[in-house]
C-alpha cells in the first residue's frame, strides 16, 4: 500500500463571486503548493467546503485536482457525506479518475452510537474505492463523533483490507499516540491539528494534513526541521509564530480567512458559501495588518478590498 508522508494541504475549493466554483485556479493552487514543498493534497475536506458542494462538483473538483496536479503531488479525495450512497459513488469515482486515496469523516447528522457503528458506515465505502488507501478522518468538532480511535483502529484493520490510517483532527494526544503504536511502520496517522503540530512531533508524528500548509507550508517544515535536528527552541519559537497565525484565522473564521490570505496571495479562490460569512472591507484591512507582521507565507501577501 503506498505511503505519504509530510505536510498534505487541504486546498480551498475556488469559486466565483456568484458561488459557482472557479476551476481554472486549480492549476496555481497546485503551483503554490509545489513553491511550499507540501508532499500532496486533501480535496474537498473541511477547509474545501466539501460538505457545502454537490455531489457532481465534488467529482468535477477531483477530475480537475488530480489533472493538475499529475506529476507533482498525490491527491486524496475526501468522500465523506451524510449519505452512505452518495459517500460509496464519490470513493467508485475517485478510484477511476486517478486519487492516490480516499478518505470519509464520519456521518454528522445521525451519527453512529459504536464502532460497530461507524465500521458498518465504512466498509462499503472502502470497499467501492477498490484497492486504494482508505483513511478515516476524525474530526469530532465537526461530526459531533467521539468515538474512542484506538478501538476504531483495531476493528478497522481486522475489517476494511484496504483500511490505510487515521487523518486525526483532534487535541487529544494520548489517543492520537495510541494509534501511532498502533499503526506501526504498516498505516498513516496525519495529524490534523496545525496549532500544536510541535506536540503530535515529539509523541511521533511523521506526517500531517491542515489547511495552513496551502499559503505557510515553509514555516512548518522549518518547525519539522530544527525539531529533527534536536533545536527544540528553534521548533518552539516557530510553532510560536505559527500559533500567532492561527490566532488570526480563529478571530475572523477558519475558512473566510484561509481563502481571504489565499486571495492576499494572488490566488484569487474568492469566498466561502453560505452559511460561512464574507468579511466586510474593514475586517479584511485588520487581518491584512495582523498578517503583515509575520512572515511565514508562500508569496508575499497584498492588501485586498471586497
Known amino acids: 500500500m503506498p505511503r505519504i508522508s509530510g505536510l498534505i494541504a487541504a486546498p480551498h475549493t475556488p469559486m466565483h463571486a456568484d458561488g459557482t466554483i472557479n476551476f481554472h485556479i486549480i492549476e496555481e493552487q497546485v503551483r503554490v503548493l509545489v513553491e ?22 465534488r467529482k468535477q473538483m477531483l ?3 488530480v489533472g493538475a496536479a499529475a506529476g507533482h503531488l498525490p491527491v486524496i479525495a475526501h468522500v465523506g457525506h451524510t449519505s452512505v450512497a452518495d459517500a460509496t459513488a464519490l470513493a467508485a469515482h475517485a478510484a477511476r479518475s486517478g486519487a492516490a486515496a480516499i478518505s470519509t469523516l464520519a456521518p454528522c447528522f445521525f451519527k453512529p452510537g459504536s ?13 467501492a474505492a477498490g484497492e486504494l488507501p482508505f483513511y478515516f478522518y476524525h ?16 476493528r478497522a484493520a481486522e475489517t476494511i483490507p484496504n483500511f490505510a490510517g487515521i487523518k486525526f483532527t483532534h487535541n487529544d494526544l494520548k489517543e ?26 515529539s509523541v511521533g508524528a511523521k506526517g500531517a494534513i491542515g489547511s495552513t500548509y496551502n499559503y505557510a507550508a515553509p514555516i512548518f517544515r522549518k518547525l519539522i526541521d530544527a525539531f ?21 484565522l480563529r478571530k475572523f473564521g477558519d475558512v473566510p480567512t484561509g481563502k481571504a490570505i489565499m486571495n492576499m496571495m494572488g490566488i484569487n479562490v474568492g469566498f466561502p458559501r453560505t452559511p460561512l460569512s464574507r468579511h466586510s472591507s474593514e475586517q479584511l484591512s485588520e487581518m491584512y495588518r495582523a498578517l503583515s507582521q509575520l512572515d511565514i507565507f508562500t508569496r508575499p501577501i497584498r492588501p485586498i478590498a471586497m
Open 36 to 57: 511550499g514543498g507540501v508532499s500532496g493534497a486533501f480535496v474537498c475536506g473541511t477547509t474545501g467546503e466539501g460538505l457545502s458542494l454537490t455531489t457532481d462538483e
Open 176 to 201: 492520537f499516540k495510541q494509534c501511532l503504536t498502533l499503526a506501526g511502520d504498516s498505516r498513516d496517522i496525519f495529524f490534523g491539528r496545525d496549532e500544536i503540530l510541535i506536540d503530535a512531533l
Open 115 to 127: 464502532i460497530a457503528d461507524l465500521i458498518a458506515f465504512c466498509v462499503p465505502i472502502a470497499r
Open 228 to 248: 529533527h535536528r534536536g533545536d527544540l527552541a528553534t521548533a518552539r519559537e516557530h510553532q510560536a509564530t505559527a500559533y500567532r497565525l492561527v490566532e488570526v
Open 63 to 65: 477530475e480537475r485536482w
Open 139 to 154: 474530526i469530532p468538532s465537526m461530526t459531533g463523533v467521539t468515538l474512542p480511535m484506538g478501538e476504531f483502529f483495531q
